[in-house]
């Protein structure tokens, strides 16, 4: 192209231009105040294309976590230390969204950030009353204010009105209202209508009504001298003009009015959701969880009983799992805050010796390899295995009883040999292979103590394998955020799941819900006291001990029960019906003719007055009686033990008699307890 011509080409663009921003002929200024004003906006959004307020602010939320409804579980404030969490505009009651936008910024929806109606309007006012009368900020404005606040001079609002048009560029009207919602100042340090609305009302910013919602549009407008704790009247009076202006403008009827208008501010602030504050406080914030957040409460709550009956180092974790989908539905990790039992500290995840409780997962694996049957005759004697010598957790020895009985009353000895006949290196890849693997000590070897609980598990992992019971025999890890697919791996056949939680399935023994499979189980050293049971619906478990590893005090072998049984007396859920099995479960189907004896004391022992002796027989046929000089003793007729204590020294004649005739006597002496007189009176004697 010649100079020449791009010369004329320049010329023209020059001549276009002149005529563009400076028109001649008819109406000519009324066609440059037009032509100027349309080159101004494009200069102003130009310039604010290039000034979006710095949005860091609304990344500074603390964690919010929610239940599997989409309910709020747990809050914890930000590293500012302030309540404030993403609130979008669907998490809002729409009551709320409509007032706001009709009393703060009725023209929202189309004006570019700033409205210039009202400035001119808010100018015209202000030059006729000499004095500010009305504001022009729209809620994009005040957006603007709230990721940046500073002094109310005329470069801060210019600045303010350049972003506030730049956040119309850069983001849809629902976005800023997000802002808005997330931003606004409720009071102290509550920040957002989410925070808000729970501490304010204890409810969720969907729920919110007329009152609640005028409230909280009110707060944000003046949140130190409107607060209703310091300041009742003038708060008071704001919200009821709020409310009144919304009936006027067609947002709630008559009646809404006179019903919000009845209703009493708030009085004071709500505690903040905190439910499983251990899970929640390790989960990405705005997780929508497995938790049942009503369950979880209930759950929370029986823990919290508990507690208050137990040592102050003692500790609590109890969890449900839905069998369906092998969701954690509540979960009690421990007392959150309380130092002395190490409350911050998850004991779901801890792990701890089981005790009993892989029992019913050896009887089921030893029920299929066909090395027992649940009728099967086992014995419960003093015995050894080489220098491994197990006895029962009350020292108290059954005789012969049916597998069924061995694993009903937990007896340690047919435990043992039964892992001995199946082999504990078998048992313990079984475990792994399902998923969940025991921990032994380094360079240890799985051994016999595996079945007494001789190495360690979490409670979450032991869980699982029960709600595999639960699921004929297939175990799958428990989660907890929704959605989460585990992979599943079969341990048990479903015939020996069956027969395992036909075992199980019997009354508790202090009372509660019927048709639950449960078992117990207690660590050596009375460390861990065991609770886990199962219906058709769920599984929970129950786990009290001292997160230290202490022993707790007493005899709490059978304390964790009765919290177990309140657990599923809460719980939905239809009871387990016993399955018929392959051979008899009862008692009373045990061979006939199996003789009958007084295991101890023995023969020729001599007893002390005043010390409690435990009289065991073996063999015979339930039920038993015992008799003592010919008068019946107290005693349960399905046990073969009784305890008795010597009353006076002397000669006693004991005489039992079972269901088949059958009867023994032993003759028995009673001595005087060793004291201070005796020494005396023996050396005079001699």
């Given amino acids: 192209m010649s100079g020449r011509k791009t010369d004329r080409i320049f010329s023209s663009i020059l001549r276009g231009g002149r ?3 400076w028109p001649r002929g008819r109406y000519a200024w009324w066609r440059r105040c037009g032509h100027w004003l349309l080159l101004s906006i494009i200069l102003v959004a130009v310039i604010a294309w290039f000034m979006p307020p710095d949005t860091q602010t609304l990344k500074q939320e603390g964690r919010i976590i929610y239940d599997r409804h989409g309910h709020v579980l747990s809050m914890f404030l930000n590293h500012q230390q302030q309540w404030a969490f993403a609130t979008p505009a669907k998490r809002v009651s729409p009551v709320l969204i409509q007032m706001l936008i009709a009393i703060e910024d009725q023209n929202f929806a189309w004006d570019p950030g ?41 470069p801060v609002k210019i600045v303010e009105a350049l972003q506030a048009i730049s956040l119309y560029e850069h983001y849809s009207k629902s976005a800023v209202l997000g802002m808005w919602l997330s931003l606004a100042p409720e009071g102290g340090n509550i920040q957002g209508i989410e925070a808000a609305a729970h501490a304010w009302f204890n409810q969720s910013p969907r729920t919110l009504g007329p009152a609640q919602a005028a409230f909280l549009v009110m707060m944000v407008r003046n949140p130190n001298r409107l607060n209703p704790l310091t300041h009742p009247r003038a708060a008071l009076a704001t919200r009821n003009q709020i409310l009144r202006e919304a009936q006027r403008r067609g947002i709630i009827s008559r ?12 009085q004071r602030l709500y505690p903040m959701p905190l439910l499983s504050p ?3 406080s390790t989960l990405p914030s705005g997780t929508r969880s497995t938790i049942d957040a009503p369950m979880d409460r209930a759950v929370a709550d029986i823990a919290q009983h508990a507690l208050q009956q137990m040592a102050p180092s003692e500790s609590i974790a109890i969890v449900v799992v839905s069998l369906k989908t092998k969701g954690i539905r509540a979960i009690y990790s421990g007392d959150w805050g309380n130092v002395q039992r190490d409350g911050f500290v998850d004991m779901t995840r801890a792990i701890r010796s089981p005790g009993s409780a892989l029992k019913p997962f050896l009887y089921g694996l030893g029920f299929e390899a066909g090395i027992i049957r649940p009728s099967t005759n086992v014995a419960d004697f003093p015995s050894n295995f080489g220098a491994y010598e197990p006895n029962d957790y009350n020292d108290r020895y059954m005789g012969v009883v049916t597998a069924t009985t061995a694993l009903r009353r937990s007896l340690n000895v047919p435990a043992v040999d039964l892992i001995e006949a199946y082999g504990p290196l078998r048992f313990a890849a079984h475990l792994r292979a399902a998923g969940t693997p025991l921990l032994l000590p380094y360079g240890a070897d799985p051994a016999l103590p595996l079945a ?39 341990l048990l056949s479903p015939y020996a799941a069956q027969d395992v939680t036909a075992i199980l399935n019997r009354p508790f023994p202090f009372g509660g819900p019927g048709g639950i499979a449960w078992k117990t189980g207690t660590s050596a050293g ?20 001292q997160p230290n590893g202490a022993a707790l005090p007493g005899d709490t072998a059978l304390a964790a029960i009765p919290i177990l049984a309140k657990v599923f007396s809460i719980l939905p859920g239809q009871p387990i019906e016993i399955h018929p099995t392959s051979c008899s479960l009862t008692l009373q189907r045990q061979p006939m003719g199996t003789l009958l004896e007084i295991a101890s004391p023995a023969s020729g022992s001599q007893l002390t007055v005043g010390e409690p002796v435990s009289i065991r027989i073996i063999g015979g046929n339930r039920p038993f009686h015992f008799l003592l000089d010919g008068r019946p003793l107290a005693s349960n007729p399905a046990l073969r033990s009784v305890d008795w204590t010597p009353a006076v020294a002397g000669f006693y004649q004991l005489s039992v008699l079972d269901a088949s005739g059958q009867l023994v006597k032993r003759a028995l002496r009673a001595v005087p307890p060793i004291s201070a007189a005796n020494v005396e009176w023996s050396n005079n004697v001699h």
């Fill in 255 to 266: 009646a809404a009015l006179e019903r919000a208008l009845a209703t009493a501010l708030p």
């Fill in 526 to 545: 009375n460390r861990d006291d065991w609770a886990i049971g199962y219906n058709h619906r769920y599984a929970a478990a129950v786990w009290i001990g």
């Fill in 278 to 280: 251990q899970v929640a």
């Fill in 452 to 490: 007494l609980g001789g190495a360690g598990i979490s409670m979450r992992r032991l869980l699982a394998l029960y709600a595999g019971l639960a699921n004929d025999g297939v175990v799958e890890r428990l989660h907890l955020i929704a959605g989460q697919q585990r992979r599943a791996r079969r």
């Fill in 19 to 21: 005529r563009c921003l």
């Fill in 114 to 154: 700033v409205d210039p109606f009202a400035i001119i309007r808010a100018a015209g006012q202000m030059i006729m009353a000499g004095h500010v009368v009305s504001g022009a900020s729209t809620l994009t404005m005040q957006v603007t204010r709230m990721l940046h606040p500073a002094p109310r001079t005329l």
